[in-house]
């Protein structure tokens, strides 16, 4: 199993740095993870330091420096996608609040993964919930009136399509009511659902990422998140039905995977 290809690199902190999103996108470069998932106002940042990297390696491979980890780097940084967050972490922004969040960030993010509005569902407002997402999934989907991109295995959308990921904090949901954001999602047509934001008291579970497979369709994949710091955990939740993983302790799961010594500094403490 190629772990890192099921991976969102993932730091979403509220005193994120610059530095830091340099960092996880050379990690994702070097590692091939799947996405990088960064705070709305670090998309454009992510997306020049990909850039950067990709520019880098090409102007080496052009000048015959026979640096074979770069040149694989340029063709990483074209694969490697840019996810942001929508209504994070609790979910209760009004629907034009969310929308005009994805307005800004639709044009430079490749997935958007947006946050449900948890009171909705705690008062049985499912109504509400589905209106909410089918005016997200619109404007997702139509970005400038292109038809909505098909998802193939790996979630990568097509050229002009971006993937819509539904986060429902599982770990705080009874089985019924994950059950029936299945149903209700699923009528809406996302690309994914996302079991948690990680600022839940909990987070991912087999149990939950099991239960979503059972009641959604083929069409709609399953991104599990919170929690996840041992290459373990991550295969079992793979194992469960998981199509993407979102963790912070990326680069240490990869390592496990690869039988590398375990090293702490790898997994951050920043609440996914």
Request: charged share 20%; with cysteine; hydrophobic share 40%.
């Amino acid at each position: 199993m190629n772990i890192a290809s099921y991976i969102d690199h993932t730091i979403l902190k509220p005193t994120t740095t610059y530095i830091e999103i340099k960092k996880i996108c050379e990690e994702a470069l070097r590692y091939k993870f799947a996405a990088v998932c960064v705070p709305p106002p670090m998309i454009g940042k992510a997306r020049e330091f990909l850039s950067a990297s990709a520019g880098f390696a090409d102007r080496s491979v052009s000048a015959g420096s026979g640096n074979h980890s770069i040149a694989g780097n340029a063709v990483s940084a074209v694969s490697v996608k840019v996810a942001t967050v929508i209504g994070f972490p609790f979910g209760y922004s009004t629907i034009k609040a969310k929308l005009a969040e994805v307005e800004q960030a639709v044009g430079m993010a490749d997935e958007l993964d947006v946050v449900i509005n948890l009171i909705a569902l705690r008062n049985g407002d499912w109504s509400y919930l589905e209106e909410e997402m089918q005016a997200i999934a619109e404007a997702v989907h139509g970005y400038k009136g292109l038809a909505r991109g098909n998802a193939d295995v790996n979630g990568n959308a097509d050229a002009h399509g971006r993937i819509l990921k539904v986060i429902i904090e599982s770990g705080i949901l009874s089985d019924e009511e994950i059950i029936r954001c299945c149903e209700i999602y699923s009528r809406v047509g996302v690309d994914f659902l996302k079991t948690s934001t990680g600022y839940a008291e909990k987070g991912a579970s087999v149990h939950a990422v099991q239960l979503m497979r059972l009641h959604l369709p083929p069409s709609i994949q399953i991104k599990a998140s919170g929690g996840i710091r041992s290459y373990t955990f991550a295969r079992q939740l793979i194992g469960a039905g998981a199509d993407r993983l979102g963790c912070s302790a990326s680069v240490e799961i990869v390592r496990e995977e690869e039988g590398a010594d375990k090293d702490p500094s790898a997994a951050t403490k920043d609440g996914y």
